[in-house]
């Protein structure tokens, strides 16, 4: 949830723009420290218009000092967005699997119903389910491009890695696309057995 802004802060700023103390086009910002809130104006056809904007990076900073790393980061737009959700409901656990669902009881039957080996947890989809190799090939050889050492890695170090608090920026855009196709293809094999979970 965003920070409360005071309606008199507002309407002084959006006074002072419309004044003409900011020229148009320029910005404005007020909140808990300088430019937590920005109000952006420009003119026209002789209409003042102003946008408001949070600082999003500013108020996750004063606010959220409890967030991992890679939620205090903007928020990827589209499938990335949904990439990320997934990575923090895996971190969670309560994310669509069937460990999680036997584990809260909602199944008996941990078995992965895509390969029908195994438990189907997080290490055996994202490492080892065969139903999955293709995608999860892809995904392991542009990593091993981006950081080396990857190579090298077990399973359940390089899975600390990938789920971490901070993990290195530049796999985080990789990791969503992957674990985004991953699901949905998971999905798909559910849908053509006709299963719903």
Not at 129 to 136: A, G
Not at 152 to 160: K, P, V
Request: aromatic share 6%.
């Amino acid at each position: 949830m965003a920070p409360a802004v005071h309606l008199p802060q507002v309407t002084s700023l959006v006074a002072c723009l419309a004044g003409g103390e900011t020229a148009g086009g320029e910005t404005a910002g007020f909140g808990q420290g300088a430019g937590m809130v920005s109000l952006k104006s420009r003119k026209q056809n002789g209409t003042l218009l102003v946008r408001l904007f949070w600082n999003y990076e500013l108020w996750t900073d004063a606010e959220r000092a409890d967030l991992p790393a890679y939620l205090k980061r903007r928020c990827p737009l589209g499938s990335l967005r949904e990439g990320r959700r997934l990575k923090t409901k895996l971190r969670l656990g309560c994310h669509p699997l069937r460990s999680s669902a036997a584990r809260m009881s909602i199944t008996r039957n941990a078995t992965c119903p895509c390969c029908g080996h195994g438990s189907e947890t997080i290490t055996h989809t994202i490492f080892e389910c065969p139903k999955l190799d293709d995608i999860r090939g892809v995904f392991l050889q542009k990593l091993e491009t981006i950081l080396p050492e990857t190579r090298n890695m077990t399973n359940a170090d390089c899975l600390a890695l990938l789920m971490g608090d901070d993990p290195p920026q530049e796999i985080e855009n990789l990791l969503y696309r992957f674990l985004t196709s991953l699901f949905r293809r998971r999905l798909g094999i559910l849908a053509a057995q006709g299963e719903g979970l």
